[in-house]
């Protein structure tokens, strides 16, 4: 019942038991004046006086009413409607007025209050610590992923990949099919998908048996295999699982579920096919040797056992051991020379600039020791600055440390120099110094000394050292200018055609591009894309630009440039961008819009070989373009002369914006893009274009939800609807 | 008067085949075993020529090559090295021992001979 009615109620009763209350008195009054005197006042001044009580006491009951009201009924209720408040907005508290026991309450609440937010705060604050330490993590892996010298990537169970290393990247692109290693993309491009499957399976055979009557749980932690990949190179794979909680999925190890695999990769083609060049060339030692020995061995004893047949049988027998030794010889030569570069490849030593190992040495052979205060000066000279070392840079550094330091203790010597110049196929290093020097038995004990300085030790000593990266060292007296030196040749190396080690680096915030563990969950069941929520559906973006507006009339596309969006993140690393040789001339209004000349186009591979390289970029994707009808135009009309079909669904942004901005008179992309607040900078190519187009995309995709458009199937119906959609090419 | 030759090697199925063809040049020719032997008759013999081995047993070739070059008495003497040690390093530390030619085996007897002349200019 409402207040106020409950209040009317209140003063009613009060009212009617006053005028009960009254009217018994007159009654009273009346009875007991019909026995008495009567005089005094008429009944009309009684009835006055009567109803003027009546009406005075009725308005003291009432005001009563309401002041009590005021205070016990309405305040609370009030209160009620505060503290209503303030579970939607925590920062209020109730204010202290009213009654004293409505202010005890309402200090009540405001302490309940304070509780309740400085819980919330405190709740926050976990959330946000335990949020910053797992980027940490995060960047610390992926940070050490990325300086890994070998390949490695992280997939779910479907085969997605969730992170990789550029090592990766590098080993596992390029074949001619454009397959390419990215986010969300299905390592089973690159490997047999029936092989994976083998293995986790003996991974988990492994782990069924090792638990079959034993105590301990013996989980087989990985498993090795080789295979070739379709660009044609051997890879050795260790593939480990990774183990969660989650019993949801099927396959389990040891009682875990499996929700991914790591691979880790090693490119074995160039070391395996060492491996069988040293294996063939012993062989044809062996096998190529067998055969002039035998001749040799014949003719020989042919000459011993008959020393008595004519001369020019034997002249016969002594031209075959002859000629025979001679081919032997020969091919000795040959397979040493084949071997000795093959020696030098061995895989504990790395390839070193040489002025840079001499650099690093003289800065080592200066540093201050403990209890030394002089310092050896260091110079270095003659030094060639293309020469490549491939030595145990570590140990070489130790070497010449040791030496110096040796000569400094020993012998005094105030300054050494160093110097390497490349002599033919050899590197030769040189430690020299004036002065004082050794003989020549001492020097070669230093040489085979294990390297002992103060407080460092080495159990190799210089010698081995040298030997290990398979060069040679002596000690050497310059006799004319009394300089002694420590020489050593080493096999000078190849520049090394290795990898650069490139960190991407995340821009401010962002979270680095090379994972996405938020897709660990994501799984190939089959539920039609139409359904999908635009949200987590992966796409890619992506435009061309042509020689002209009409695909039809014989104008072709000269570029395609297109990156891919997973996971609600546009991956500006992993890009398609390509020229294509239209094999036609270029109209000088087109070249005015896109900038591209003739000239960048010929020698550009053509339409037929990029279309099926970007097919397989934007493979499993829904594709996404401004203005789409024009580009998907262009690639429908190359369906009959490549053989490549685009099926996957289309999402227009032009009729995206359309859809949202029903009133706009412009839907250009610059357009778009300002009024979504998305900075437009390297126009009019397609990469630059289809960034654009990326970006606004995803600042739609929260303006669609708003608007109650959220799958798929819902934003193609809407793109249908709308205007534009009527225009057709 | 002829020069004289010594053949360092501990082959001897090596040192026969040279001795005897040194020896039909006109050359006189004598021979050590080892390392040792070969300093100590480098030192006591002064030839002119001395084919050196490498792979010998007390002291290898290459000691032997420093330990006469770091003698002034002995700076006539001329140094073959003949050896099976054939990697390019080697060949450049034996050069750079002061040695004045160096053959790896197996070898032309042809070739041996006219390195030997060049050698000893005649």
Not at chain 1, 347 to 354: A, K, P, R, S, T
Not at chain 1, 481 to 509: N, Q, W
Not at chain 1, 631 to 647: N, P, S, V
Not at chain 2, 74 to 90: H, P, Q, W
């Amino acid at each position: 019942m409402g207040s106020v009615r409950k209040l009317a109620l209140a003063a009613t009763a009060l009212c009617l038991s006053v005028l009960v209350l009254v009217a018994t008195t007159a009654a009273v009054m009346l009875v007991s004046e019909s026995d008495g005197s009567g005089a005094g006042r008429t009944p009309e001044e009684r009835v006055a006086m009567l109803c003027v009580l009546v009406f005075v006491g009725c308005a003291l009951g009432c005001w009563a009413l309401i002041r009590l009201h005021a205070l016990y009924v309405s305040a609370p209720l009030r209160m009620a409607e505060e503290l209503l408040a303030t579970v939607a907005y925590g920062r209020l508290r109730l204010p202290d007025e009213g009654a004293p026991e409505l202010r005890a309450l309402g200090r009540a609440a405001n302490q309940l209050l304070a509780v309740r937010d400085a819980l919330e705060a405190d709740v926050a604050e976990r959330v946000r610590e335990a949020r910053a330490s797992l980027e940490e993590e995060r960047s610390r892996l992926a940070a050490l992923m990325a300086d890994l010298s070998q390949s490695v990537v992280v997939c779910n169970l479907d085969g997605r990949v969730l992170l990789y290393n550029q090592r990766a990247k590098q080993e596992l692109s390029g074949s001619a099919d454009g397959s390419t290693l990215g986010l969300g993309r299905s390592i089973y491009t690159v490997f047999d998908r029936a092989l994976i499957e083998h293995a986790i399976e003996r991974l988990q055979q492994a782990s069924r048996e090792s638990t079959v009557g034993t105590e301990g749980r013996k989980l087989l932690g990985s498993l090795q295999f080789v295979t070739a990949t379709p660009a044609g190179r051997l890879l050795r794979a260790q593939l480990s699982p990774v183990l969660g909680g989650d019993r949801e999925h099927g396959a389990q190890i040891g009682g875990l579920a499996i929700t991914g695999f790591v691979l880790v990769l090693d490119d074995v083609t160039t070391s395996n096919e060492r491996q069988a060049r040293r294996d063939a060339l012993i062989q044809s030692l062996i096998e190529g040797g067998r055969g002039p020995l035998g001749s040799i061995r014949a003719a020989a004893e042919m000459l011993s056992d008959f020393s008595d047949m004519p001369p020019r049988q034997r002249d016969r027998f002594l031209t075959v051991i002859r000629d025979e030794a001679r081919a032997l010889s020969k091919h000795l030569e040959n397979a040493a020379g084949a071997f000795s570069s093959d020696l030098r490849e061995r895989w504990l030593l790395e390839e070193i600039l040489g002025s840079e190992l001499v650099e690093v040495a003289a800065r080592r052979i200066t540093e201050p020791r403990p209890n030394e205060r002089r310092i050896l000066v260091v110079k270095t000279e003659d030094v060639d600055e293309d020469l490549w070392l491939r030595v145990d840079s570590f140990g070489l550094l130790q070497a010449l440390r040791y030496l110096a330091l040796r000569l400094q203790d020993e012998y005094q010597v105030r300054e050494v120099r160093l110097s390497l110049t490349r002599e033919g196929q050899l590197a030769q290093l040189d430690l020299s110094w004036l002065g004082t020097f050794m003989n020549n038995e001492t020097a070669m004990s230093w040489l085979q000394d294990p390297m002992v300085i103060g407080s460092e030790s080495s159990p190799l000593s210089v010698g081995d050292v040298i030997e290990r990266c398979s060069g040679e060292i002596w000690f050497q007296r310059v006799r004319v200018s009394h300089r002694a030196m420590f020489r050593t040749m080493l096999p000078a190396a190849a520049a090394p055609k290795d990898l650069p080690r490139v960190i991407v680096a995340a821009e401010e915030g962002e979270r680095p591009e090379f994972y996405d563990f938020d897709i660990f969950r994501w799984s190939t069941a089959s539920h039609e894309l139409d359904d999908c929520t635009l949200a987590e559906l992966s796409y890619t973006v992506f435009d061309t630009e042509t020689t002209g507006l009409q695909p039809s009339a014989g104008d072709e596309i000269i570029q395609i440039g297109a990156t891919r969006i997973v996971n609600r993140r546009l991956l500006r690393h992993e890009c398609f961008d390509q020229l294509i040789d239209p094999c036609r001339r270029l109209s000088p209004q087109s070249i005015e819009v896109h900038g591209i000349t003739q000239d960048l186009l010929t020698g550009q591979p053509t339409i037929e070989t990029i279309l099926p390289q970007f097919r397989a970029f934007c493979a499993d994707t829904i594709l996404v373009g401004h203005n789409a009808a024009f580009d998907m135009r262009f690639l429908q009309l190359k369906e009959k002369q490549t053989g490549i079909r685009f099926d996957q669904p289309v999402l227009d942004t032009l009729l995206l914006a359309a859809v949202l901005h029903p009133n706009q008179r412009t839907h250009k992309l610059e357009a778009i893009a300002e009024r979504l607040g998305v900075s437009v900078f390297g126009r009019h190519t397609a990469l630059g274009d289809a960034m654009v187009t990326g970006e606004v995309f995803l600042k739609m995709l929260p303006l669609l939800a708003e608007m109650g458009i959220k799958t798929l199937r819902q934003a193609r119906e809407a793109s249908e609807k709308t205007f534009h959609a009527r225009l057709k090419y | 008067m002829s020069k004289r030759i010594l053949v360092a090697d501990d082959e001897q199925n090596i040192v026969i085949s040279i001795e005897f063809l040194l020896r039909r040049e006109g050359f006189e020719v004598t021979v050590a075993n080892d390392g040792e032997e070969a300093l100590a008759s480098v030192r006591a013999q002064k030839p002119d020529l001395v084919l050196l081995d490498v792979m010998m047993p007390k002291m290898n070739g290459f000691d032997v090559c420093q330990a006469v070059r770091a003698d002034p008495d002995l700076s006539a003497t001329r140094i073959l090295m003949l050896t099976a040690k054939g990697r390019d390093t080697e060949v450049s530390k034996g050069l750079g021992l002061g040695a004045d030619g160096y053959m790896t085996k197996p070898f032309s007897t042809k070739e041996l001979l006219s390195e030997v002349r060049k050698l000893l200019e005649v």
